[in-house]
Each structure stands twice: as structure tokens, then as C-alpha cells.
């Protein structure tokens, strides 16, 4: 059976109070699940950026966002490893439509 390919991208927010040797480390961890399951097209590290409203008391966050392609089941995990994570205050994974 033919394996199915499809874009992805995830944005997730770290806790700015880390250390940048941890906020590295989490990027590095994040991005190294996604190339080994898929392939990343493109890693934007946004640095630390104004929140929309507070998060945990929190009125800052580091952003990255990541583009990449991999068969399905990986955004399901990549969301539960985002939930259990201590240091991620937010993420969120969407599909792209292939033109």
C-alpha cells in the first residue's frame, strides 16, 4: 500500500522564562522528532514575541514554527508529546492543502 505524504506546519510557544540553553534544547528536540519521522521543509524561530492574551500569568513567548511533510500519524503525536512537555505553553498543528 502507497504511503500518503502530506504538509504540515506547527507553531509552538515555549516558556520565555527558560534558560536559552533549554529553549534551544526543546526547539532541537521538537524539530529532530519531526526529521526523523518526515522531512522538514522549513524551521522559522521567531524569538520571544508579545501574547495575545495570558498564558500561565505569562505575557511573553518564544515562537517556532516549523513547515514539514509526513504520513498522518505523526501530527497526532507531535500533539501529544506537545501536550506533556513541560516548558510548551501552546501548540498547534495544521494540515496543508495540496494544490
Known sequence: MEK???SYET??????D???EATKALV???TKLIADNGEIAEVNEWGKRK???PINDKNEGYYVLVNFKSEGTLPSELE???GI???IMRSIVIRHEDK
Open 4 to 6: 500518503i505524504i502530506n
Open 11 to 16: 507553531l509552538f510557544v515555549i516558556d520565555p
Open 18 to 20: 527558560l534558560t536559552e
Open 28 to 30: 532541537e528536540k521538537f
Open 51 to 53: 501574547l495575545a492574551y
Open 80 to 82: 501529544r508529546i506537545f
Open 85 to 87: 512537555t513541560e516548558g
